[in-house]
């Protein structure tokens, strides 16, 4: 039967990636896209380019109200797409980044990061828990700045934390239902998030490409791949895992 793999925040960027990278192991995909339908329709002709089976659903990740209503439409798509009741991996990943220095940072920028990237992931997950098939998957995306310490994103470094501490109480209350629970935390990587700051300031890109082991900044091709292989029957037991993707940054 083939595997379908929910990923949010997928219309660009490392969502985007790992949602081919899916596809070209022969899975289908249902993805989430906040606000650019053309992006995220392009990605599914991208997927349908590569024989396999693609939705895509918009979700604001961090209204926390909207998820209920969400999980209806995911029912919908799986019965009419492929006539079943629930899908194998959920991969949270979407996200954004906000720079500020702890003395600068106000309370909406705070609670915008938090509702994201932890809020959002913790009420999420557990609105689709009873979709998630036994035996099934589910990966969170956190930063490699939970490990080593850049000023201007505590607060986004924070949520992350959390999301990782999330991850093993996952793994541990889910194993019963034979589901593996990782996260995936990349280094520094070449995409727009916080503004495409790592891959337009070439200063930045520099530093970080000398502080890593393997000389250079990561890409999306090296992050939706891993993804994609964390979910396959190979990985079948790694659990409750904080799986760093990075390059060998900051060692």
Known sequence: MTRISLITGASRGLGRNTALSIARQGGDVIFTYRSQEAEAQAVVA????????????????????????????????LREVWGRENFDHLVNNAGHGDYALIGETNEAQFDALVNVHFKGVYFLTQTLLPLIADGGRIVNLSTGLTRITYPGYAAYAAAKGAVEVLTRYLAKELGKRGIA???VAPGAIETDFGGGVVRDDPHLNKMFAEMTALGRVGLPDDIGPMIASLLSDANRWVTAQRIEVSGGQAL
């Open 46 to 77: 991208e997927i349908e380019a590569l024989g396999r089976k693609a939705v895509a659903l918009q979700l604001d990740a961090g209204d926390i109200s909207t998820f209920e209503a969400f999980a209806g439409r995911v029912r919908v798509a």
């Open 181 to 183: 629970v990782n996260t």
